[in-house]
């Protein structure tokens, strides 16, 4: 599966529409290739709003230029994390290559912060 | 305090946050915040091309349809994106220019690999252009100077 395709999907669940994947949360503890582990996907980052993201301040404290975060931080409220294993269906594009993919979650998901590094220990990981 | 200082983090507070166990112990990173559209660099620091997206597999290298098998991370993917960044949908898997996640050695403002990027087929059109066209420039055989 192309990544990519993920990007942008709508999510659904309990027969309604939660959203759109904004980003890929991914953690590098994966099989070792190479130097590095690989990438593993952890979850989905879902906003309400917006299948559009910029500079992630909905999930660093980057709380600086203000009026970009304040901005910013009200367009992406509500944004969570997902986890991968709640993920019971990746259909539409995402298979045919076309692009525009559709992502459905198991009833009874749960949600979680889409910070990126525990509050108050800095943004970057 | 200085009014410059803002302590309350944007970061939704009535959600958890998701535990070590959950999350894994590894460097954590969101792919279209940390890795696309990123440049890649081979291992002299030469800039190669940009990370246009990425090919996600299963462990054993199969496709992916839901959640129940995890999901890893397996090639760099890089191709002719502009017109579909515009017009919508992706290049077909054979436009593609695969780079194995083998070959990465670094994730940082830049994706940094481990290998040459005169044998990818990602720097073909350059290698192309170096022979073919600026080799035929007199003087293009050669540093300046």
């Known amino acids: ?125 | 305090m200085s009014p410059r200082v803002r302590p309350r983090p944007p970061v939704p507070a009535d959600l958890p946050e998701l535990p070590t166990s959950l999350r894994g112990a590894g460097r954590v990173l969101d792919a279209r915040l940390h890795l696309l559209d990123r440049q890649i660099l081979d291992v002299d620091d030469v800039p190669v091309t940009t990370l246009d997206d990425l090919l996600v597999l299963t462990a054993d290298g199969g496709e992916l349809t839901t959640g129940e098998q995890p999901a890893f991370v397996d090639q760099l993917l890089t191709g002719p994106v502009l017109a579909t960044r515009v017009f919508g949908g992706r290049p077909p898997a054979s436009r593609w220019v695969r780079i194995p996640w083998a070959d990465v050695t670094d994730v940082g403002v830049a994706v940094t690999l481990g290998v040459r990027g005169e044998g990818l087929d990602a720097t073909w059109v350059q290698r192309w252009l170096r022979d073919h066209v600026i080799a035929r420039i007199p003087g293009g055989r050669h540093d300046p100077g």
């Open chain 1, 1 to 125: 599966m192309i990544l990519g395709d993920l990007l942008d999907a709508p999510v659904y669940a309990d027969g309604g529409q939660l959203g759109f994947v904004v980003d890929v949360r991914l953690v590098l503890d994966g099989p070792v290739k190479g130097l590095r582990a690989a990438p593993r996907v952890v979850g989905l980052l879902v906003s309400a709003r917006t299948g559009a993201t910029f500079l992630g301040y909905e999930r660093t404290d980057t709380n600086a230029p203000a009026l970009v975060w304040r901005y910013l931080a009200w367009r992406h409220r509500g944004t969570f994390l997902v986890l991968w294993e709640d993920v019971v269906g990746v259909t539409g594009g995402a298979q045919r290559g076309t692009g525009d993919a559709r992502v459905d979650l198991r009833p009874g998901f749960r949600r979680w912060s889409p910070a990126l590094a525990p509050t108050g220990t800095g943004s970057r990981p």
